[in-house]
């Protein structure tokens, strides 16, 4: 099973600043997703990428697939606290290579935005 | 937007009682999921399904059983609670698009 690391673990920061996440493995992704989950919660899918050196922007979020597929980065600008909560990046196809047979998670990046 | 619908949302039971957790589903997703989550270790897969009364284990099984008798439900149990077990549960489902839909988790506490 790939593993995926994620970085930082924990980062608090004020609110109005920029921040960036990053989710790598050693393997090659065929594609990758972001959740953010609230405490409480389940995971809520943010965005999927498919294509190396493929950017998608969510409102203030932008998500970067590295061209090799190996690595993938989400960056916030003016982080708000509505920000706050858990990024896990995510590999639709690491059991199988295929097929619908689980997510494989990286343990997550803890965000906290304060006011 | 009912989505997923976990029940129990928490859960105490005592070690070596069986316990069956339910999941759900309004959307007619063909595969379904259970996994737990574990500070340190993230989520991990338990068990899924790919259709009713098909089933395959996950990277965490041992201890645990799932059926799926109808498309929306698919129940997770363990035989005989150890503290082990205990955690937060989530269940997802997922067409072949990828997209999975998570459920709002059970946490369940064996003492």
């Known amino acids: 099973t790939q593993l995926l690391e994620q970085s930082p673990q924990f980062l608090s920061i004020q609110e109005g600043e920029n921040l960036t996440v990053y989710c790598n493995s050693s393997?090659?992704?065929?594609?990758l997703q972001w959740y953010r989950q609230e405490p409480g919660e389940g995971p809520v899918l943010l965005v999927t990428?498919?294509?190396?050196?493929e950017v998608k922007k969510l409102k203030r979020l932008t998500f970067q697939f590295g061209d090799a597929r190996k690595d993938s980065s989400l960056h916030i600008t003016a982080a708000q606290p509505g920000d706050t909560g858990l990024y896990l990046c995510?590999?639709?196809?690491?059991?199988?290579?295929?097929?619908?047979?689980?997510?494989?998670f990286g343990k997550g990046t803890h965000l906290i935005i304060q006011p | 937007d009912a989505g997923i619908t976990q029940s129990p949302r928490h859960k105490v039971t005592e070690t070596g009682t069986p316990v069956t957790l339910r999941c759900h589903q309004t959307?007619?997703?063909?595969?379904m999921y259970w996994y737990r989550q574990d500070p340190g270790h993230g989520l991990r897969l338990i068990h899924y399904?790919?259709?009713?009364?098909?089933?395959d284990k996950g990277e965490v099984s041992d201890g645990y059983s799932v059926s799926r008798s109808k498309t929306e439900d698919f129940l997770l149990t363990l035989e005989s609670a150890t503290s082990s077990q205990t955690s937060v549960y989530f269940c997802?489902?997922?067409?072949?698009?990828?997209?999975?839909?998570f459920g709002s988790g059970t946490r369940l506490t064996v003492v």
């Open positions: 399904s790919y259709g009713v009364k098909d089933t």
């Open positions: 393997s090659v992704f065929s594609s």
């Open positions: 997802a489902a997922t067409d072949a698009n990828y997209g999975y839909t």
């Open positions: 990428v498919v294509t190396g050196g």
């Open positions: 995510a590999d639709p196809e690491a059991y199988s290579g295929g097929g619908a047979d689980g997510l494989t």
């Open positions: 959307e007619n997703h063909r595969y």
